[in-house]
């Protein structure tokens, strides 16, 4: 596959009146890559992969069709004091990821994978292809945080790398039940996880489970990355976060590489072959929602979230945590938004097997139920979400291409002010809203002559 097929595909779509879906790593949570309401032509980016490392420069030229696994491989093939700050998942596409935002383990020490794009290569609605001198910094802007989808077909990313120590990092992974006062702990982790060094991040995740009694109960586990020592590791937990009880044995010192596969769920010494392997470990169904929180959630709040996971056999809960450098960042400077302010954010997710799907809505409902309880304790005015956590339940444009107020009640939520700055560059680049989905940005002009129609 080369460019000029991209380009053939836009021609393509045009005259048959078709739209343009296109996938990279088809992660994204609604299917909006490969799935659609009208007729449409799916362009899949899997063959458009090859990914280029330059040490001496500290970049990357990495294509949209590339997985996250395959770019931190090849980073890891030829420097040990190189990374990314970008996802936990290896077999995401970076095409979506990245033009969403995309945060990780080095989240607060560097920021999320849209703050590391210097230049790109894509497709515009004309079938030209820009880069960043020849699409100008409005366009250019608008694809780091903004979506690319809404704007054109990416092709390449150009980032620049990040140091890493060659093999001092530390892991850990502590769990806590119910019983053994997980629900203390957390509101801890709370008070405490924005404010800690930079260097440290410890990712939480919460599902039901059964005790040693066979009583359903609730897991928290924490999982820790320190761009350091486990002595200094363990030093800083000690200091700030005794009641988490991590003890030294508990600490794992390993490379940047190591720790990708640990956060990714290899933790029995596999190869780092393994992140070559396009294959998603979970292959069910699955509903997503996000949050972000900017006070401590109580532990009333808690307790009574824990009903509600207990009554979800298969539901999940993450909280990463923001702070260090996601604070300096200001929330213009790209248009993913959530920076200061926000102390973690939150993954919900209900999942599902093809043998349950019928009973798909169950499922669905169980979800919605916890983000209405979840209301008080989050983000508010808006109640921001995150892109690449796709939600329709909060908005979607409808299968027309004047779509300006109804995308205004989900980009605010998705990108706050940034929206209004996203419209103008979608206004300036896709007049035609040529490149459109259920929840892209909308030209402004269109609802203008929509106005005037009527």
């Avoid at 909006?32 to 490392?53: K, N, Y």
């Avoid at 945080?145 to 892991?171: D, E, M, Q, R, T």
């Avoid at 206004?427 to 203008?448: A, C, G």
């Amino acid at each position: 596959m080369v460019e000029s097929h991209i380009q053939a595909a836009i021609y393509c779509s045009k005259t048959f009146g078709l739209q343009l879906r296109v996938r990279s790593g088809g992660h994204d949570y609604e299917g909006l890559s490969f799935v659609a309401d009208s007729p449409f032509l799916m362009l899949d980016m899997t063959h458009f992969r090859q990914i280029d490392v330059n040490i001496e420069e500290n970049s990357a030229w990495v294509q949209a069709g590339a997985i996250l696994g395959e770019l931190y491989y090849k980073i890891a093939e030829k420097s040990k004091i190189h990374g990314f700050s970008a996802g936990l998942c290896p077999t995401i596409g970076v095409g979506g990821h990245f033009s969403g935002g995309g945060f990780g383990p080095m989240v607060r020490k560097y920021g999320v994978a849209a703050d590391h794009i210097v230049d790109v290569r894509m497709i515009d609605s004309e079938g030209r292809i820009l880069t960043r001198a020849s699409m100008g910094e409005n366009l250019f802007w608008a694809i780091r945080g903004g979506g690319g989808a809404s704007f054109g077909v990416i092709i390449a990313y150009k980032i620049n790398l990040v140091p890493v120590p060659p093999h001092c990092l530390s892991f850990f992974s502590v769990s806590k039940t119910l019983e053994q006062g997980a629900s203390k702990v957390l509101y801890r982790y709370q008070e405490v996880v924005d404010k800690f060094h930079e260097d440290l991040f410890i990712r939480v995740s919460i599902l039901p489970t059964t005790n040693q009694s066979g009583n359903k109960t609730i897991l928290v586990a924490f999982n820790s990355l320190f761009l350091g020592s486990a002595k200094d590791h363990l030093s800083l937990i000690q200091t700030n976060f005794l009641e988490l009880g991590v003890q030294s044995k508990d600490c794992k010192e390993m490379s940047w590489i190591q720790s990708v596969l640990f956060f990714a769920g290899y933790t029995n010494g596999e190869s780092i072959d393994t992140l070559l392997d396009r294959t998603p470990q979970f292959k069910g169904y699955f509903k997503a929602k996000s949050d972000f929180v900017q006070a401590p959630i109580p532990e009333s709040g808690l307790e009574g979230l824990w009903k509600i996971l207990l009554e979800g056999d298969t539901s999940l809960m993450f909280f990463l945590p923001f702070g260090g450098k996601m604070n300096e960042i200001p929330e213009s400077a790209i248009p993913f938004p959530h920076r200061k302010g926000n102390i973690y954010n939150i993954q919900y997710v209900a999942r599902w097997t093809e043998q349950e799907n019928p009973q798909a809505e169950k499922h669905i409902a169980w979800i919605r139920n916890l983000y209405d309880y979840m209301a008080p304790y989050v983000s508010k005015n808006p109640r921001a979400s995150y892109l690449n956590y796709r939600d329709l339940d909060l908005g979607q444009n409808g299968n027309t291409k004047r779509s300006y107020s109804q995308a205004l009640v989900w980009g605010f939520k998705y990108f706050k002010n940034n929206f209004f700055q996203l419209v103008h560059v979608k206004t300036m680049v896709d007049p035609s809203n040529f490149f459109r989905n259920e929840q892209s940005i909308p030209p402004f002009k269109m609802e203008v002559e929509d106005f005037l129609v009527n």
